[in-house]
Nanobody, 126 residues
Framework: QVQLVESGGRMVQPGESLRLSCEDSGRTFYNLFMAWFRQRPGAEREFVAGVNFRNRNPMYAESVKGRFTFSRGIAKNTIYLKMDNLKPEDTAVYYC???????????????????WGQGTQVFVSS
């Protein structure tokens, strides 16, 4: 059973960095496409970054490109989101998500993901 658990969110100041983690505690290695989404206050959930584990080329939203880096742990059941130069507009609940297909169709649509973590809060403020 896939069980995604995020961690690492906290309050930081603008310009600082954070690394979020997401572990598949079920250790199923079932998801072929993993992604990070975020939901800002009063907004819909939006795609941040994702990776197809077959071609391993990360995809990023334009708003985070160059500042955020998606990576995968050596154990392969953990993914990370390194966030640099954080801005107040990055304040959101961050979720990891997975789906058991390597397809790149509709990767930015939350409705196409089968598995979700509970979310971790990131707050960027001076």
């Amino acid at each position: 059973q896939v069980q995604l658990v995020e961690s690492g969110g906290r309050m930081v100041q603008p310009g600082e960095s954070l690394r979020l983690s997401c572990e598949d505690s079920g250790r199923t290695f079932y998801n072929l496409f993993m992604a990070w989404f975020r939901q800002r206050p009063g907004a819909e959930r939006e795609f941040v970054a994702g990776v197809n584990f077959r071609n391993r080329n990360p995809m990023y939203a334009e708003s985070v490109k160059g500042r955020f880096t998606f990576s995968r742990g050596i154990a392969k059941n953990t993914i990370y989101l390194k966030m640099d130069n954080l801005k107040p507009e990055d304040t959101a609940v961050y979720y990891c998500a997975g789906r058991p297909t390597a397809s790149l169709v509709a990767v930015s649509s939350p409705r196409t993901y089968n598995y979700w973590g509970q979310g971790t809060q990131v707050f960027v403020s001076s």
